[in-house]
């Protein structure tokens, strides 16, 4: 008989579904007897076959697949549907599609999290040395910035006739202390060595050195110039002054940083401070310091928020003894952070530490005082460390499990104690992720098994046999539409071209065009005016415009273009949500793309203008890697319902 021309849906993606129509069959004929299951295979010839590979396939005659050229299996007619969220699949198919499973699971799990920052001199370890008597500069041994110095070297020759003045005292004093008599009164005597020991005391108080006042009595004779020597160690950072200048009391002259140990400023973005915990360990790199890693700790989070930035800065002592970190060095930093349930971030290794609370970097293991300011110390635990038996243990699944499509979370469910494996499609409710890990809030209990390997051949199999795609189920959200919201659907249309043109820019592997491209979407965002939106639809767009803005500040400071994928990943989730809430104003569709590859097989979706697939996780590694899964159709301003 001559087969007739081949009729299927085409997808671009693999499903392995249909296989189990085979099992099911062979499997009942095993029960029968030789002569029945004769009469009955004669009786019961398939009227349809597929392929194990491409189950769309449907032919009347059994000849090789036309996709992939392998043998059809006959469909089951009589096959039982296992319910509209679930698909049956046969062990062979499972095999096939080499579908894993793994249990959801409570434990600790740990997540880098990767900021950027400056070196800058630790406030602690800066001093200022001023004048402490009027005068006149002589000399500036030190005549530049940038020099070391050590404690005791010579900085300054400063003339001044109270200082004349003041050796002269010293002197007389010393004189009449030195030839008081043995047998005066006690109360002369006391006068005379409290004379020396005043004027003695406030030269001393002027800046000399005791070596400096006891070479003036044992000369005995006064200078009109006095040498300033440094009081401490470190690098001139700083020097106002000249030669031949007039200083008063209390005159800057230098200022001097100890550079042994120096703080390493972090910006951290407001969604990333659950992150963020006193007493951290942070990995520091620097250009400057190629090669090498530095380690540090955090030892203060700033309590405000810049509101321009919408940053937090957050301080990490780092031990600098080999000064290979200079101040005003650029770094990358990578915090380790462990999350318990609540977001609580736990560090082992402060437990039981006593701690100073105006100088936290001042660690012990008992109680006592501060070295710094004598404040007596604190538990570890009043400054928000938690021990790790203190905290429950959150729920998590290998984030391999969960398809990512917008802003919904999607994961695939083995169905304990059916005949053939079954898979029931779970929206989730997802909390941060943690490497390779994502923390599950909702949607699942502990020790259900989800499919960690093969969740998207699952999905596209239930597409096929015509089941509701949890990729593509709609979720239940609110949208804005009406007259009254067309002048702020207008002003979005700039910032959805911005974000069009990033897009079009990582599909092309065009580094410096999507710098650009997400600067603009930036200050697009900026401009958009909503302050006359209804409260519900201002909060809308706050959400996803505050998104918007930490991303694209992010973005345009890094320095490859995985760096720039990586911070585009959040955008589309954000301009998809806000297309899905208020449409878009110009005369031309736009869709919604699925990538089931991107991000180590998690998949993201994006938005585009086009129908064909430009892919800007991959580029040209992957052009036309995803498929369109939604259509957005111009929403008409005069109507009501923006349809």
Same mark, same amino acid.
């Given at each position: 008989?001559?087969?007739?021309?081949?009729?299927?849906?085409?997808?671009?993606?693999?499903?392995?579904?249909?296989?189990?129509?085979?099992?099911?069959?062979?499997?009942?004929?095993?029960?029968?007897?030789?002569?029945?299951?004769?009469?009955?295979?004669?009786?019961?010839?398939?009227?349809?076959?597929?392929?194990?590979?491409?189950?769309?396939v449907r032919l009347p005659d059994k000849v090789?697949?036309?996709?992939?050229?392998?043998?059809?299996?006959?469909?089951?007619?009589?096959?039982?549907?296992?319910?509209?969220?679930?698909?049956?699949?046969?062990?062979?198919?499972?095999?096939?599609?080499?579908?894993?499973?793994?249990?959801?699971?409570?434990?600790?799990? +740990?997540?880098?999290?990767?900021?950027?920052?400056?070196?800058?001199?630790?406030?602690?370890?800066?001093?200022?040395?001023?004048?402490?008597?009027?005068?006149?500069?002589?000399?500036?041994?030190?005549?530049y910035t940038g020099i070391s110095v050590k404690?005791?070297?010579?900085?300054?020759?400063?003339? +001044?006739?109270?200082?004349?003045?003041?050796?002269?005292?010293?002197?007389?004093?010393?004189?009449?202390?030195?030839?008081?008599?043995?047998?005066?009164?006690?109360?002369?005597?006391?006068?005379?060595?409290?004379?020396?020991?005043?004027?003695?005391?406030?030269?001393?108080?002027?800046?000399?050195?005791?070596?400096?006042?006891?070479?003036?009595?044992?000369?005995?004779?006064?200078?009109?110039?006095?040498?300033?020597?440094?009081?401490?160690?470190?690098?001139?950072?700083?020097?106002?002054?000249?030669?031949?200048?007039?200083?008063?009391?209390?005159?800057?002259?230098?200022?001097?940083?100890?550079?042994?140990?120096?703080?390493? $400023?972090?910006?951290?973005?407001?969604?990333?401070?659950?992150?963020?915990?006193?007493?951290?360990?942070?990995?520091?790199?620097?250009?400057?310091?190629?090669?090498?890693?530095?380690?540090?700790?955090?030892?203060?989070?700033?309590?405000?928020?810049?509101?321009?930035?919408?940053?937090?800065?957050?301080?990490?002592?780092?031990?600098?003894?080999?000064?290979?970190?200079?101040?005003?060095?650029?770094?990358?930093?990578?915090?380790?952070?462990?999350?318990?349930?609540?977001?609580?971030?736990?560090?082992?290794? $402060?437990?039981?530490?006593?701690?100073?609370?105006?100088?936290?970097?001042?660690?012990?293991?008992?109680?006592?005082?501060?070295?710094?300011?004598?404040?007596?110390?604190?538990?570890?635990?009043?400054?928000?460390?938690?021990?790790?038996?203190?905290?429950?243990?959150?729920?998590?699944?290998?984030?391999?499990?969960?398809?990512?499509?917008?802003?919904?979370?999607?994961?695939?469910?083995?169905?304990?104690?059916?005949?053939?494996?079954?898979?029931?499609?779970?929206?989730?409710?997802?909390?941060?992720?943690?490497?390779?890990?994502?923390?599950?809030?909702?949607?699942?209990?502990?020790?259900?098994?989800?499919?960690?390997?093969?969740?998207?051949?699952?999905?596209?199999?239930?597409?096929?046999?015509?089941?509701?795609?949890?990729?593509?189920?709609?979720?239940?959200?609110?949208?804005?539409?009406?007259?009254?919201?067309?002048?702020?659907?207008?002003a979005l249309e700039p910032l959805y071209v911005?974000?069009?043109?990033?897009?079009?820019?990582?599909?092309?592997?065009?580094?410096?065009?999507?710098?650009?491209?997400?600067?603009?979407?930036?200050?697009?965002?900026?401009?958009?005016?909503?302050?006359?939106?209804?409260?519900?639809?201002?909060?809308?767009?706050?959400?996803?415009?505050?998104?918007?803005?930490?991303?694209?500040?992010?973005?345009?400071?890094?320095?490859?273009?995985?760096?720039?994928?990586?911070?585009?990943?959040?955008?589309?989730?954000?301009?998809?949500?806000?297309?899905?809430?208020?449409?878009?104003?110009?005369?031309?569709?736009?869709?919604?793309?699925?990538?089931?590859?991107?991000?180590?097989?998690?998949?993201?979706?994006?938005?585009?203008?086009?129908?064909?697939?430009?892919?800007?996780?991959?580029?040209?590694?992957?052009?036309?890697?995803?498929?369109?899964?939604?259509?957005?159709?111009?929403?008409?301003?005069?109507?009501?319902?923006?349809?």
């Open positions: 008989m001559k087969a007739r021309t081949p009729i299927y849906v085409v997808i671009t993606v693999l499903a392995v579904g249909v296989a189990f129509w085979l099992g099911r069959a062979s499997g009942s004929h095993r029960h029968a007897t030789p002569a029945a299951d004769t009469a009955e295979s004669e009786a019961a010839t398939p009227t349809l076959w597929t392929c194990p590979m491409h189950p769309e090789p697949c036309p996709k992939c050229g392998m043998e059809l299996v006959p469909v089951d007619p009589n096959a039982k549907d296992p319910g509209p969220r679930r698909i049956a699949l046969s062990p062979s198919a499972v095999a096939l599609a080499r579908i894993e499973t793994a249990p959801a699971e409570r434990r600790f799990v +740990s997540m880098p999290l990767r900021v950027v920052g400056k070196v800058a001199f630790d406030e602690t370890r800066v001093r200022t040395i001023a004048s402490r008597v009027a005068g006149r500069l002589e000399r500036l041994f030190v005549d404690e005791g070297d010579h900085l300054v020759s400063l003339y +001044s006739a109270d200082l004349l003045t003041a050796q002269q005292e010293l002197i007389e004093a010393k004189k009449r202390f030195d030839r008081t008599p043995d047998d005066v009164s006690e109360f002369i005597a006391d006068s005379n060595r409290r004379g020396y020991e005043s004027a003695r005391e406030k030269l001393l108080l002027w800046g000399l050195a005791e070596d400096q006042v006891d070479a003036i009595t044992q000369r005995g004779t006064a200078e009109d110039r006095m040498l300033i020597r440094s009081p401490t160690e470190g690098v001139v950072i700083d020097k106002p002054l000249h030669e031949g200048d007039y200083v008063a009391e209390g005159t800057p002259i230098y200022r001097i940083a100890d550079l042994d140990r120096v703080w390493v $400023l972090l910006d951290v973005y407001e969604q990333d401070l659950p992150w963020i915990r006193y007493g951290q360990s942070v990995a520091i790199t620097a250009e400057g310091v190629p090669g090498r890693v530095l380690e540090g700790w955090v030892s203060f989070v700033s309590p405000v928020l810049d509101e321009k930035t919408r940053t937090v800065r957050v301080r990490v002592n780092v031990d600098n003894r080999a000064r290979q970190l200079k101040p005003g060095m650029f770094v990358r930093a990578v915090v380790s952070a462990r999350l318990g349930i609540g977001g609580a971030v736990l560090e082992p290794r $402060l437990a039981g530490k006593w701690i100073s609370p105006m100088h936290p970097e001042i660690v012990k293991d008992e109680p006592g005082t501060c070295d710094v300011c004598g404040m007596d110390l604190v538990p570890a635990e009043s400054l928000g460390y938690l021990a790790e038996g203190s905290a429950e243990k959150p729920l998590v699944v290998p984030a391999s499990a969960v398809l990512v499509t917008g802003t919904r979370g999607v994961v695939y469910v083995e169905v304990p104690y059916e005949a053939e494996p079954t898979y029931e499609g779970r929206e989730v409710v997802l909390g941060p992720r943690a490497g390779d890990w994502y923390v599950i809030r909702d949607g699942l209990e502990e020790n259900e098994r989800v499919v960690v390997n093969g969740a998207f051949r699952v999905d596209s199999s239930m597409q096929i046999l015509a089941k509701p795609s949890m990729m593509s189920v709609r979720p239940e959200r609110e949208t804005f539409h009406g007259p009254e919201f067309a002048a702020f659907r207008n911005a974000y069009l043109e990033l897009q079009v820019a990582l599909g092309e592997d065009d580094f410096e065009r999507g710098l650009t491209s997400i600067a603009e979407l930036g200050a697009r965002v900026e401009e958009v005016e909503a302050d006359t939106l209804p409260r519900r639809a201002l909060e809308r767009w706050s959400e996803e415009s505050q998104i918007l803005r930490t991303e694209t500040e992010a973005g345009v400071r890094v320095a490859t273009i995985a760096e720039l994928r990586e911070r585009f990943h959040p955008i589309p989730r954000s301009v998809l949500a806000l297309e899905r809430i208020f449409g878009h104003a110009a005369d031309t569709k736009r869709y919604e793309a699925f990538c089931p590859m991107a991000f180590d097989d998690r998949g993201a979706s994006w938005m585009q203008g086009d129908a064909r697939i430009l892919n800007p996780y991959f580029g040209a590694e992957m052009l036309r890697c995803g498929e369109v899964q939604r259509e957005f159709e111009p929403v008409d301003g005069t109507s009501e319902d923006g349809k």
